[in-house]
Every structure is written in C-alpha cells, then in structure tokens.
C-alpha cells in the first residue's frame, strides 16, 4: 500500500495514512476517462434549442397569388422554407442530450484520476479543517500557505462553517466525499481530502 502524509491546516505532518493502491495507486485508463467525462458533459447540455417548421410558424393562410396566369412558380403559402420568414427545414427540436455508461466504469475512471492526482502530487491530505465560524479570511490564509491553486475538497461531512467560508474564493469546490466525479477532479490542479473521506472514498469503489 502506498503511504501518504498527512498534515494539519498549520502545514504541519502530523501522521502517515496509507493508501489503498487499488484506489490510488491504478493505472491510469483514458479510455474509460474520456467516456465519463464526455457522459458528465453530455448531461449538462440543456438541450433547448428549438427552430419552428411551416407548420409552427405564424401567417400564411393565404395563397400569395393564383395558381396559373402570372408567368410565375406557384406558390401555395408564404410560410414555405424558401420564403424570407418561412419555417426551417430539419432544424434543432429539444432534447436530452444525456446518457449513461456502467458503474463499473464510472468507478473505474475515478480510480483513474485520483491515482494520476497522487503520482503527479497534486493531492493533499488534512487531518481536519476545524472552523469555529465562518470566515472567508480564515480560510484563504490555510489555502495560501498551501499554496493551493484551483483546488477541489473533499469533506466527510456537511461542514456549513467550512461550506460558506469557501464558497467566495475563486477555483475553489467544496464537495462531499460521495459526491466526487471525474470532471471536477480533472478541472482541477489540486485535489485536498480530509483524512475520513479517504476511508469513505475506498469503500465506495471497493463494494
């Protein structure tokens, strides 16, 4: 099993956790990466783009001019697709851009980014965040001296003191251990879990 440190929010190491190497110490799949995070993506989509057809669009009950005589093409109404203001030929309708891969390979995929974290060292663990009340300053003097950029933490617990201190910091997530996912892990530089969730985490993946 790899060993990890772990530190407290004074940057001091204060013990050594290890670290399940079928969680964190994987090889790194793209394959099944690319998969989740286009599947992420793909659910995100609104998908509300709408065109109206000739039978959407308002007006044109009126044959524009009789059908022989005029020397020109006939036309029945002027809603057709080739007239200015007409309706639109296989134009967007709405619809649900999502879908879905198996759960092994979600679980597999996350695997895959949290192993990349650790080997790259872009993954730091804290024995808490204690916060007796909320305060933004606070918070952004632990994430200075860490010297942490565009970071994704992951908490055991719903922390409402931790929540809303961090919530006003540019690139930074708050998210619970169970709501992990490869987009976030990926969009970020830094991935800090507090030390509970690291058994939370390998539980998951490992049932």
């Not at 080739?82 to 891969?101: C, H, L, N, T």
């Not at 060292?121 to 804290?126: A, R, S, T, V």
Request: net charge positive; with cysteine; aromatic share 6%.
């Amino acid at each position: 099993m790899a060993v990890a440190d772990v530190f407290d929010i004074e940057k001091n190491k204060v013990a050594q956790v290890e670290l399940s190497d079928a969680v964190f110490g994987a090889d790194v799949n793209e394959a099944v990466v690319y998969d989740v995070v286009k599947m992420q993506m793909a659910a995100r989509r609104s998908g509300t783009s709408s065109t109206k057809g000739r039978s959407d669009v308002s007006g044109g009950g009126k044959k524009p001019w009789r059908q022989k005589g005029t020397g020109r093409a006939r036309v029945g109404t002027t809603r057709s697709p080739i007239w200015r203001g007409g309706g639109i030929v296989f134009g967007p309708q709405p619809r649900d851009y999502s879908f879905s891969v198996p759960k092994k390979v979600r679980k597999k995929a996350l695997i895959s980014v949290l192993s990349m974290k650790l080997k790259e060292d872009k993954m730091l663990i804290l024995k808490d965040f204690p916060m007796e009340k909320i305060s933004t300053k606070a918070f952004k003097t632990v994430v200075d001296r860490f010297g942490l950029r565009k970071s994704l933490f992951v908490l055991d617990n719903n922390d409402e003191a931790l929540f809303k201190s961090s919530r006003n910091i540019k690139n930074v997530k708050m998210v619970r251990a169970e709501g992990i996912n490869v987009y976030d892990i990926l969009n970020c530089e830094h991935v800090v879990l507090l030390e509970p969730s690291v058994k939370k985490i390998e539980g998951a993946l490992l049932a």
